[in-house]
């Protein structure tokens, strides 16, 4: 298994600012991923992190509004762009060494906007 | 496309005893993986138990196995001699299998969890 840190754990953001997320996994990874869990929600998939390209976004999420960096093989960035309350949400950050391996997920980063 | 579905929004169990969470999943795949995650107040989420869909037999990680039935596209989780650190919010999910699925993705489809509080 792996073992995946988030920074930062927590945050309180004002409008129309932009917070940058980072996830460090203690191992090289072929599979980096974001989600973000509204309040009370489940967990949706925002974008595939690839090392190397662009990452690959899922319907309802750009990348403009969510940037995402994959520099190496161990850690990836999201960042959280204009940000407006309805994006107060846990972010988690997920990894797996393959296609076909669990995924193991970061502690998730709180985030509120005012 | 693929729906899992949690109709428990929350059970109670009472310390010792054994409790079981539903999860239902559509799909027209033959390929696929099931998965119950759990995420403690910590926020952390942690793997319980994974089963591959084309094994018949139900997967077992000590006090936690499933009851796999393929046919009716169901897969609860049961939790025997439940202690107080099983609470949390257990969530389901699916993953497609082959390449030829999409399985190349890695992809995880969530249910909406069952918040399962255990009674000392």
């Known amino acids: 298994s792996a073992v995946i840190s988030q920074k930062p754990s927590r945050d309180i953001c004002q409008r129309g600012t932009s917070l940058t997320i980072q996830c460090q996994v203690d191992s090289q990874v072929t599979m980096m991923f974001w989600y973000r869990q509204q309040p009370g929600q489940s967990l949706t998939l925002i974008a595939t992190a690839n090392q190397g390209s662009e990452a690959t976004y899922e319907s309802g999420f750009v990348i403009d509004k969510f940037p995402i960096s994959r520099p190496n093989l161990t850690f990836s960035t999201l960042t959280v762009s204009n940000m407006s309350p309805e994006d107060s949400s846990i972010y988690l950050c997920s990894a797996a060494a393959d296609s076909y391996n669990e995924q193991f997920f970061g502690p998730g980063t709180r985030l509120t906007v005012l | 496309a693929q729906t899992v579905t949690q109709s428990q929004p929350e059970m109670s169990v009472q310390e010792a005893e054994t409790v079981t969470l539903s999860c239902t999943y559509d799909?027209?795949?033959?390929?696929?993986?099931l998965f119950w995650y759990k995420q403690p107040p910590s926020r952390q989420m942690i793997l319980v138990i994974r089963q591959e869909a084309y094994k018949q037999q139900n997967a077992t990680e000590n006090r936690f196995s499933v009851n796999f039935q393929k046919a009716a596209k169901s897969f609860s989780l049961k939790i025997s001699d439940s202690q107080l650190g099983d609470a949390a919010m257990y969530f389901c999910a699916y993953r497609s299998g082959g390449l030829n699925y999409g399985g190349a993705t890695n992809k995880l489809i969530f249910g909406t969890g069952t918040l399962l509080a255990v009674q000392p």
């Open positions: 799909t027209s795949e033959s390929d696929y993986y």
